[in-house]
């Protein structure tokens, strides 16, 4: 995280459940494929986790954004940073470009960054192994 700007990560058990339940609030949001529904979550979490944006060098490349509000607790500062981010995605996607893996069990969340068709798997190695179960399923 600290290479992401974020505070170092001291993980005590209080830290392990508030970024649990961090986690679980993101996640909530990646379950919405509704932009209205999901704009407002995302407000309500900029609301309660102010993120201040602000362009700064990362070493070895170009400026980019990053939410520096004063939360120097892991779970405020990882909830403002995704609410900062999933903002800026919502906006320029104009809806929700992302979900979750659409494989057997997989749980994993992705975030579309896809031009085309939209993205159903969170990796190539998913995505090929629903095609090949597919196929198998076929031939019997
Ligand atoms: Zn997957």
């Keep these: 995280m600290a290479a992401h700007g974020g505070p170092p990560l001291r993980l005590t058990e209080t830290t392990a459940g508030e970024m649990r339940e961090a986690a679980a609030t993101i996640a909530k949001i990646l379950d919405l494929d509704d932009e209205d529904a999901a704009a407002e979550a995302i407000n309500a979490l900029l609301d309660r986790y102010p993120a201040r944006p602000r362009l700064e060098r990362v ?3 170009r400026w980019s ?14 909830l403002s940073t995704a609410a900062l981010a999933l903002a800026l995605w919502l906006s320029e996607r104009g809806y929700c470009a992302w979900g979750r893996c659409a494989a057997p069990g997989c749980d994993r969340y992705f975030v579309d960054t896809g ?8 990796s190539t190695r998913c995505g090929t192994r629903v095609r090949v179960a597919a196929h198998r399923d076929r031939g019997r």
């Excluded at 939410?67 to 779970?75: E, K, V």
């Excluded at 031009?115 to 969170?122: A, G, I, K, N, T």
């Design 115 to 122: 031009r085309r068709s939209p993205q159903r798997y969170c």
């Design 59 to 61: 070493p070895e490349r």
């Design 65 to 78: 954004l990053r939410a520096t509000a004063p939360h120097d607790a892991p779970a405020p500062w990882l």
